[in-house]
C-alpha cells in the first residue's frame, strides 16, 4: 500500500530551524519525484520544494536560500531543512508524490501534478 507520512512539525521562534521528514512507503521509489507544499487556512496550496530522483531540485522564491530539500533513495525518505524562519512560513506542510512511469530526474513545480499526498504536519513560527 502507497503510503506518505510525514514528522517534525511543530512550534519555534522566528529565525530558528525545523527539520520535516516524509516516510514514502509501497512506491517504486525510482520513479517518483517529491516535493513539500503548504497550505494556511482560505488559501491554495503551494509548493515549497521539489525534488528528482537524482537531486534536482526546485524552490519557492519565498525559501530560497533558508530551505534545502533533500532525498535519502535507499530509505525512501525526504526530507525538508527549514533556516530562518518567519512567521509568513507558519502553515500545514505536505509530502507529495509525482509518480512516473520511469525515472523521474525533474520534478514538476506544478501541485496538481502531485497525486499521492502524507496527511500533512503542522509549522507555527511566532514573532
Known amino acids: 500500500q502507497e503510503q506518505l507520512v510525514e514528522s517534525g512539525g511543530g512550534s519555534v521562534q522566528g529565525g530558528g530551524s525545523l527539520r520535516l521528514s516524509c516516510a514514502a512507503s509501497g512506491y517504486n521509489y525510482n520513479s517518483i519525484c517529491m516535493g513539500w507544499f503548504r497550505q494556511v487556512p482560505g488559501k491554495e496550496r503551494e509548493v515549497v520544494a521539489v525534488i528528482g530522483y537524482y537531486g534536482r531540485t526546485q524552490y519557492a522564491d519565498s525559501v530560497k536560500d533558508r530551505f534545502t530539500i533533500s532525498r535519502d533513495n535507499t530509505k525512501q525518505y525526504l526530507y525538508l531543512q527549514m533556516n530562518n524562519l518567519e512567521p509568513a512560513d507558519t502553515a500545514m506542510y505536505y509530502c507529495?508524490?509525482?509518480?512516473?512511469?520511469?525515472?523521474?530526474?525533474?520534478?514538476?513545480?506544478?501541485?496538481?501534478?502531485?497525486?499521492?499526498w502524507g496527511q500533512g504536519t503542522q509549522v507555527t513560527v511566532s514573532s
Open positions: 507529495a508524490a509525482y509518480l512516473k512511469g520511469d525515472y523521474c530526474f525533474v520534478p514538476p513545480i506544478e501541485v496538481s501534478k502531485y497525486t499521492h
